[in-house]
Every structure is written in structure tokens, then in C-alpha cells.
């Protein structure tokens, strides 16, 4: 079954100094964080804040590709959390019919932002992503779960890194 979800936080890891992309459904009951790279994050960054760049980044050239060729995106959804990757499909459609797209999360979330669709996840990764937590250190992943699911408005800023 999956999850509608939104982008509710960007952050810094302070501990690795990664980006994390921290995902929460309409409900605030789950939370998924995604750690991302620095230069996808900052793709995602740029879409939040509406901020137009001199020349077509990346995830704005596939946006205008997709569109000449009239494709839309349907929905994004991460799909799997395989050896502490998650996986992501983006679900093309034209003329009624539909594409999976295998995709790295951080791309399908800039896509999601630039193409104004549904995310979505998968409630086997939600569940396998809290196991994956416990298992490599049951007290700071505790830690780490309260302090992502009580994270308010305030805390998470518009979107601040």
C-alpha cells in the first residue's frame, strides 16, 4: 500500500554533514528522512524556494523534455529500501498510458516538485526503514525517530540547510 507524503523538512545531518530530505504524511503519524546528495538536494532546494537559475538545471531540462513529448508525471513513489538504498519509481503517463521509470529518490522528489505530483511510499518501506534504524543502533535511531516525528513547523524552517 503506499503513503501519500510531502517534503516537510531539508536539513543537514550534523553528524555527517549530508542533506536529509525529511518526508511526513498529511496525518504527521509517519516520517521517513532521506539522506540525498548535495547537489540534488540543492536541486530540491531551488524548486521549494521558486528560485530560477540562469539556465535550465538538470530536473528543469527533463521537465521541459517530458512536456515536449507530452508526457506527465503521474506520481513518484519510493518503492524499496534494499542494503540501506532506497529505490524510487516515477510514473510516467501519455495518451492514458502509464511508464515506470526506475529512479534514484533525490530525482524523483526534484521531478515531483518541478511537475507538481503526488509522492508516495510504500508502507513495507516505512516499516523496513525503522527495522533497518534499530539494527545498526537501537538507542540513537530511538532518538533520532522522536526527535523526526515531533518536529514542528518552527524546527524544520522553510526548508532550511
Known sequence: MEIEMKIRG???DA?????????????GKAVLPIWVGIYEAN?????IEKIATP???????IKQLL???NFSIHKVVVSELKDDTFYALIW???????????A????????ALRMDCPIYVEDEVLKNSKVAAAAADPASSEELRRWLENLGEDETGRYKM
Not at 55 to 61: A, F, G, N, S
Not at 104 to 110: I, T
Request: aromatic residues 0%; hydrophobic residues 50%; proline residues 6%.
Open 43 to 47: 536541486a530540491i532546494a531551488l524548486e
Open 15 to 27: 553528524s555527517t554533514n549530508t542533506p536529509i530530505v525529511i518526508l511526513r504524511d498529511a496525518e
Open 104 to 111: 534514484r529518490p533525490s530525482d524523483a522528489l526534484a521531478l
Open 55 to 61: 539556465r535550465p538545471m538538470t530536473h528543469d531540462l
Open 67 to 69: 512536456l515536449g513529448l
Open 92 to 102: 510516467l503517463e501519455r495518451e492514458g498510458e502509464m511508464i515506470a521509470m526506475d
Open 10 to 12: 531539508l536539513m543537514m
